[in-house]
């Protein structure tokens, strides 16, 4: 749990500083280009993440800065911060002062978050649900994420070993290493699936593709099995290699409550199954690690009703997890339990107020 937050040049924040003496929900309102989102994604970087937007360290930096930092005093007074500076390889993580490994600062602190952009993902490509997903998956899983980039890497060798001839000997060894790298991933893929469920009420969470088929029906020969399937396909099809494997796979999530899937529910549905799901997850990670975590919702109550608010609230106020959470509007969060407010304006903290 973070006990004080403080930015330096994030953003449009020159300074800024949240204590959130203890509550375990942080609602963070003002108008729009206020500066809100910049405050969850100083609190994202601070797990060694590249951040919940993705973007380039220069552009974080406020402009016209050398740099920019994030600092977090956590409840037991572990002190984690990581700064930039201009023309830098990459960002910096300290802990208590001490330098440290980014991958370090996941050991301390744990983070999951959802934004806007999410809120069509039922509706959206099957990449941009693979990539939601993947995420997740990695928080348990620290090989995933690399292996995901590893295949994607691979398959681009492999075309283009195809392109120049394909010479069988190099053939035979991208698809040993290929075959490897997909069953890992699907294997991954369905053991969060099944984990993620154990702690979901009114959702459930699917993985569907040719190599996630092959792991469920037959784990021990699933690699022999792609393996065969990739050697078997060698050709070109207008000058493109037309493979299938993980990088076609689809997530699929169940409306239990109304018994169909997302994607053909209201997109207030939409956004309260991915909130079930963003909380099942939190649980799923306490559960694992026993760690609490953080959870990130970037305009959490937006596309839902009253009872969907007040839902969400409640389960909120229950998690084991400290939430930060942004809006338009503060009344409308008037109803959650063990909160502070934080009003922001200008890339300002001007006041807190604590329920």
Request: glycine letters at 8%; charged letters at 20%.
């Amino acid at each position: 749990m973070i006990e004080r937050l403080t930015l330096t040049d994030f953003r449009n924040h020159a300074g800024a500083r949240i204590n959130t003496r203890g509550r375990r929900n942080i609602i963070i309102t003002g108008p729009n280009g206020a500066g809100k989102t910049a405050v969850l994604e100083a609190v994202s970087m601070l797990a060694g993440d590249r951040g919940m937007r993705g973007a380039a360290m220069s552009d974080i930096a406020r402009f016209g800065s050398a740099g920019f930092s994030t600092h977090a005093v956590l409840r037991d007074d572990t002190e984690i911060a990581i700064t930039y500076s201009m023309g830098d390889a990459n960002r910096r993580a300290r802990i208590d002062g001490d330098v440290a490994r980014l991958p370090d600062l996941a050991t301390r602190l744990r983070v999951v978050w959802i934004t806007p952009r999410e809120d069509r993902l039922f509706v959206d490509a099957a990449a941009e649900r693979r990539a939601f997903f993947d995420r997740l998956a990695g928080a348990f899983d620290g090989h995933h994420s690399g292996r995901v980039a590893r295949f994607s890497k691979l398959m681009s060798e492999r075309a283009a070993a195809l392109k120049s001839g394909g010479n069988p000997h190099w053939m035979d060894a991208l698809d040993t290493q290929i075959a490897a790298a997909a069953v890992a991933i699907a294997a991954a893929r369905i053991q969060y699936a099944g984990e993620v469920n154990y702690f979901l009420e009114t959702a459930a969470v699917s993985v569907s593709g040719m190599v996630e088929g092959m792991v469920l029906d037959n784990a021990p020969g699933a690699e022999n099995k792609y393996l065969a399937y990739l050697r078997e396909n060698r050709s070109l099809q207008g000058d493109k290699m037309i493979l299938d494997g993980p990088h076609k796979s689809d997530f699929g999530v169940f409306n239990n409550a109304l018994g169909l899937p997302a994607h053909l529910t209201s997109t207030g549905q939409q956004k309260s199954v991915l909130l079930d799901l963003i909380l099942a997850h939190a649980r799923l990670m306490h559960a694992k690690t026993s760690m609490q975590p953080i959870i990130l919702l970037d305009e959490a109550a937006a596309h839902l009703d009253a009872a969907a608010r007040a839902k969400l609230f409640a389960a909120l106020t229950a998690a084991d997890a400290q939430v930060w959470a942004t809006g338009l509007d503060a009344a409308v969060f008037s109803d959650i339990g063990d909160a502070a407010f934080v009003a922001c304006a200008n890339g300002e903290i001007n006041n807190i107020l604590v329920q």
